[in-house]
């Protein structure tokens, strides 16, 4: 196996970060799920599904930043393979949120990076305390997040075919990926932990439909 040095991590960790942020940088491995039918949505509609897609698009800028935290820490010798699958699924969901976002003539948030950051932090300390909590915690946040695309779900246009197969085809993923991490061995976690977790959720949640 390679031996990487500290400065390996650390470039190879901007390496990642960027990818994460900048628009355009990450590209699917599977086709957008994304109806073929145009949707022709009204301005206020076409503000409010781009401020919808803009939180997911969030959401999965902090997937990115979880996994990455917690393959830094994080030993899981039995799991490591399945969590790169969910990681690159990930991957996925962010290039089908930029689309659609680019789609509806709109951007990703410019707090994108304070989500990374936090989520990274967060999945680095979740990987040190050991496997059992870093699998707890992508196995609370893959709910949290499935919980948010639901409520998106139901708030869209009843017409808008494009957004609603992308939000669904990830809601199966991270359900997915909640199944995984908790077959794997994944713990609740501790309910101060858990409250802190839906604290920032929410925030994001606010401010990134907005910003
Ligand atoms: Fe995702
Ligand atoms: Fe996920």
Request: a negative charge; charged letters at 20%; proline letters at 4%.
């Amino acid at each position: 196996m390679r031996h990487y040095t500290g400065l390996d991590k650390i470039i190879n960790s901007f390496d990642q970060a960027l990818r994460s942020l900048v628009p355009g940088a990450t590209s699917a491995q599977r086709t957008n799920p994304s109806s073929d039918e145009p949707s022709q949505l009204c301005v206020s509609d076409a503000r409010h599904v781009a401020g919808l897609m803009r939180v997911n698009h969030s959401g999965e800028v902090c997937a990115q930043a979880l996994y990455h935290g917690q393959a830094l820490t994080a030993k899981l010798p039995h799991v490591r393979e399945e969590m790169q699958q969910a990681a690159i699924e990930e991957q996925d969901h962010l290039a089908w949120c930029e689309d659609r976002l680019q789609e509806l003539d709109s951007h990703t948030s410019v707090l994108n990076p304070i989500w990374y950051g936090l989520s990274y932090g967060m999945g680095a300390i979740a990987g040190i305390a050991g496997d059992k909590y870093s699998l707890g915690f992508v196995a609370e946040t893959e709910r949290q997040v499935s919980q948010h695309l639901q409520e998106h779900i139901q708030q869209l246009p009843a017409h808008d075919e494009r957004s609603r197969k992308i939000l669904v085809q990830m809601n199966e993923d991270e359900l997915h990926h909640r199944e995984t991490a908790l077959n794997a061995g994944g713990v609740d976690l501790p309910v101060p932990v858990r409250i802190t977790m839906t604290a920032i959720s929410k925030l994001m949640t606010k401010t990134s439909y907005y910003l």
